[in-house]
Each structure stands twice: as structure tokens, then as C-alpha cells.
């Protein structure tokens, strides 16, 4: 199988490969990402130059966790941590979690490498498990099984590019094992309603529908693991516990994985046109799905998942891996940018050495079929048809 190992994807300049070389600069790239324009962010900027307040849970810090909360209010009462990132809040859920040192934490084989990456650098060890043929998501049903035959301290389930978890079918799942679930929710905004039994950790990063460049942030309704995760984001200071120990003292070793304020003014620009942004992002993958499927004649499979789902990305699956490679080969040639996400999968990363895993035959069916296309906010009804002609050329 030919490497397509791609060490950055910048917004505007062509991949750069693992060999270090250059691809061919794509006439339609992968992905473009779409944040608030500086006329947008203005207004917030001007608050952060008023207040002289940059980081350390500032006010617009606070504002975005109030907004977040809010639109969280369906499934409950909800406590929101900003973090960095969505990497850095998963592992410190991890951490928050105090789970024995080496314990194994259940991850879909199926994922980005930050899932299993939270993991390791928690301390912990990452087993992996197989997904759903259909909705490509590790579901509680598969971690059942997967706990009897493990012993999993904890599960990781993911939102598959952005597809719902069942947060009612894992907190059953939590109910009935006792095993925390920490759901990596990085491109789930908007889908992800219910944050599970545990919490679950979304992403803010430039690539996904609700962006502020980096950043993230935790949801949970257990306020004791948020007040523990935010003092692991701030080198686990004790702020206002006296009976954690003296107030301002380490009283746990933490990291600095806090949201500064010039990230917040983007997250909240980002928020102020939330309903625009998904409203468009459904309407293109309508229309993408519908040129692809005409021009392949209904051959490709999509993950099946809820109608409303707001889409970061636009995977097919092939009937075959022959047709996936070929369909790859017409993309490159036409200067289409490709991903096969999410290849290697964990278990073949270099980065980990050994690692668990049960047999993932549904994962490595997907893998070995799947192409993600162009999909980003501005696509043009002429790069659809490309795309989907270069899709189409595949199947002879
Ligand atoms: C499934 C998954 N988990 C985690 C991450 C990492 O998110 P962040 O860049 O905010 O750390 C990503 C990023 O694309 C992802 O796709």
C-alpha cells in the first residue's frame, strides 16, 4: 500500500510528505479552514485591550464557558472547562480520573492519534478496539464485550467525524460496569448533546466547524471531576480549597493547558454565527454526497449517521480497496487533495510501540476502503462536479 503519511497540512500550501518533498500543489485542497473574519473578532479584541486581561480565566474566557453551558442546558447541568486543546483536555479527564498507573483505557481503532496519545501521555495504556460497520463509532455494545474480555479502567469513545455518541446508551454502560467514559468528541460540536456518564472533551482547533484556531474545551455534569480538571490546566495550584491544602500551593502536578483570552474572543465570534456556520455545512454535504452518488452511479457507502449531523469532513467508502486506490489516483492527477483517514491505524503507529488490541475487522474494512474528499465552507458547485467526475473516473 503506497505511504500517504502527511507530516502538516497548511491551508495554503501544498502537503508535505514524509520524505520531506513537496506533493503537487492541490487546485482543490483537502480542507480550508473557515474562522471569523478580523472585523468579527474586533469588538472582542477591544475588550481584551480595555480589561488587560490575557489569560488565567479571564472574562471572555468566562463568557464562552457561560455561552457553552447554555447550549448545553437540554442535557442538564452541565460545568464547562476551557483547556488548550482537545488533546491536552483528554488527558487531563484521564488524570482527573486517578486511575492506576498503566491501567488500560479502551480507544476505537478508528481514530485520530490524539485519542490514544491523551492516553499514553496520562500514564495509561491504550487497548483497541474495533468500531460499528455503520456508524464507524465504538458503541457501548463493543466496549461491553471489549471490558469482560480486558478488564478496561476506562473507555474513550469517539465522534467519528463528528457522529453522535449515545451518551443515554453509555451512561447505562457506566451504570452497569463502573467504568468512566471519557468521550473525544474533537469534531462534535453541535452533534454531541449529552456528554455521557464521564465527560466528554470537544475540540476548537482551525479545522473543525466551531474553531478558534486551537483550543478546546470539557463537558460534564459531575462538578467535582470539572473543579479537578480545571486545576490540572492550571499546574494544579489549589485556588479555593483550603481543605485540598494551602491556597496557593501545587497540591496535584498539573500542566498549563489553559484557554487564553485571544482564543475565547475567536471561540466566541466563532459562536456568534454557529447557526449560519451549520446551516451551510449541511447544505454542501448534501450537495457533495449528491454529486459523488450521481457520478457513481449510488456505489459509494457514507457513515450512517443522524441527518442533522454538522460535518468537518466528507469520507466515502469504496466498494473495494482497487477502486478507493484508483479513485485516489484520479484526485492526485487532477491536483484534488485526498486524506485516507485515519491510516495507520493506532496499533500501527510507530509513536507506540506495542499495542493491545482485540480483533478489528470492521475498522481495518473501513480503513482500507475509505477516501476523505474536499469539504470546506466556499466549495464551488464546479469543485463538486470535479470531485465527483474524479471519484466517478474510478469506476470505469
Ligand atoms: C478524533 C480526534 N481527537 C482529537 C483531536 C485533537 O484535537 P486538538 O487538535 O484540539 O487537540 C482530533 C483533531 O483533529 C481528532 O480528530
Given at each position: ?67 457553552i453551558t447554555a447550549s448545553f442546558a437540554g442535557a442538564g447541568d452541565c460545568r464547562i ?86 451518551g443515554e446508551?453509555w451512561v447505562a454502560?457506566a451504570r ?7 468521550i ?8 454531541q448533546r449529552d456528554p455521557g456518564p464521564t465527560c466528554t ?17 470539557v463537558v460534564t455534569r459531575d462538578a467535582s471531576l470539572a ?170
Amino acid at each position: 500500500m503506497r505511504s500517504t503519511a502527511i507530516l502538516a497540512t497548511p491551508n495554503h500550501e501544498a502537503p508535505r510528505q514524509v520524505d520531506g518533498t513537496r506533493a503537487v500543489r492541490e487546485r482543490i485542497p483537502l480542507m480550508m479552514p473557515s474562522l471569523p473574519t478580523a472585523a468579527e473578532l474586533l469588538p472582542y479584541l477591544e475588550r481584551i485591550d480595555a480589561a488587560r486581561w490575557y489569560s488565567n480565566f479571564g472574562p471572555l474566557v468566562a463568557e464562552f464557558e457561560s455561552r457553552i453551558t447554555a447550549s448545553f442546558a437540554g442535557a442538564g447541568d452541565c460545568r464547562i472547562v476551557s483547556v488548550s486543546s482537545c488533546t491536552a483536555g483528554m488527558e487531563l479527564a484521564l488524570r482527573a480520573l486517578a486511575l492506576p498507573a498503566g491501567a488500560p483505557v479502551l480507544v476505537p481503532a478508528l481514530t485520530f492519534i490524539a485519542t490514544a496519545s491523551a492516553v499514553r501521555c496520562a500514564g495509561l495504556s491504550p487497548v483497541v478496539a474495533d468500531v460499528d460497520p455503520l456508524t464507524w463509532l465504538l458503541t457501548p455494545a463493543i466496549a461491553r464485550a471489549a471490558v469482560r474480555t480486558i478488564g478496561a479502567r476506562a473507555v474513550m469513545p469517539v465522534t467519528t467525524f463528528g457522529a453522535e455518541q449515545d451518551g443515554e446508551a453509555w451512561v447505562a454502560f457506566a451504570r452497569d460496569t463502573g467504568v468512566p467514559v471519557v468521550i473525544d468528541a474533537a469534531a462534535g460540536y453541535g452533534n454531541q448533546r449529552d456528554p455521557g456518564p464521564t465527560c466528554t472533551v470537544f475540540s476548537l482547533h482551525a479545522t473543525k466547524p466551531l474553531a478558534a484556531g486551537e483550543g478546546g474545551f470539557v463537558v460534564t455534569r459531575d462538578a467535582s471531576l470539572a473543579h479537578a480538571i480545571r486545576r490540572l490546566t492550571n499546574f494544579g495550584i489549589n485556588l479555593d480549597r483550603p481543605g485540598d491544602g494551602p491556597i496557593g500551593s501545587a497540591v496535584a502536578t498539573g500542566t498549563n493547558a489553559k484557554l487564553s483570552e485571544y482564543h475565547a474572543a475567536v471561540a466566541l465570534a466563532s459562536l456568534d454565527r454557529w447557526e449560519a456556520i451549520a446551516a451551510e455545512r449541511n447544505a454542501l454535504h448534501a450537495r457533495s454526497v449528491r454529486a459523488a452518488q450521481s457520478a457513481c452511479r449510488g456505489r459509494l457507502a457514507v457513515q450512517s449517521v443522524a441527518a442533522d449531523t454538522v460535518r468537518s469532513v466528507c469520507p466515502y467508502l469504496f466498494p473495494d480497496v482497487a477502486t478507493r486506490d484508483r479513485a485516489e489516483d484520479a484526485c492526485r492527477a487532477r491536483g484534488i487533495g485526498t486524506r485516507r483517514w485515519y491510516l495507520p491505524t493506532i496499533d500501527r503507529q510507530p509513536a507506540f510501540g506495542h499495542v493491545a488490541h482485540l480483533p478489528t475487522p470492521h475498522a481495518d474494512a473501513i480503513g482500507e476502503r475509505l477516501l476523505g474528499v474536499p469539504f470546506y465552507p466556499g466549495l464551488s458547485d464546479g469543485a463538486l462536479e470535479e470531485i465527483a467526475a474524479a471519484l466517478g473516473s474510478a469506476f470505469g
